[in-house]
């Protein structure tokens, strides 16, 4: 069974930096498309950002220009890059990956918290 695993969340000041890690047990080859989501408390589950087999990415407007999405399919790993983090960043983050043939797969997420 396909898992996905997190890694990188924590608690970081308002204009820091975290960086998040997605480690596949399988070959990202075998994705379609891998990205991350969030969940804020009593808020929907958003797309943060997202990336194709083909390296095509998309971002939530609420990060463009402060979260890198990348893709490592040497390490199975897919990385978000968070810069310039934001209170309203608060959220549990979500590794999110679809199979070719359309399975999705979902980690069991990693806490950010951006706080003084």
């Known amino acids: 069974q396909v898992q996905l695993v997190e890694s990188g969340g924590g608690l970081v000041q308002p204009g820091g930096s975290l960086r998040l890690s997605c480690a596949a047990s399988?070959?990202?080859?075998?994705?379609?498309?891998m990205g991350w989501y969030r969940q804020a408390p009593g808020k929907q589950r958003e797309l943060v950002a997202g990336i194709t087999m083909g390296g095509i990415k998309n971002y939530a407007d609420s990060v463009k220009g402060r979260f890198t999405i990348s893709r490592d399919n040497t390490k199975n790993t897919v990385i978000l890059q968070m810069n310039s983090l934001e209170t309203e960043d608060t959220a549990v983050y979500l590794c999110w990956a679809r199979a070719v043939l359309g399975t999705e797969y979902w980690g069991r997420g990693t806490q950010v918290t951006v706080s003084i």
């Open positions: 399988t070959s990202t080859f075998s994705f379609s498309a």
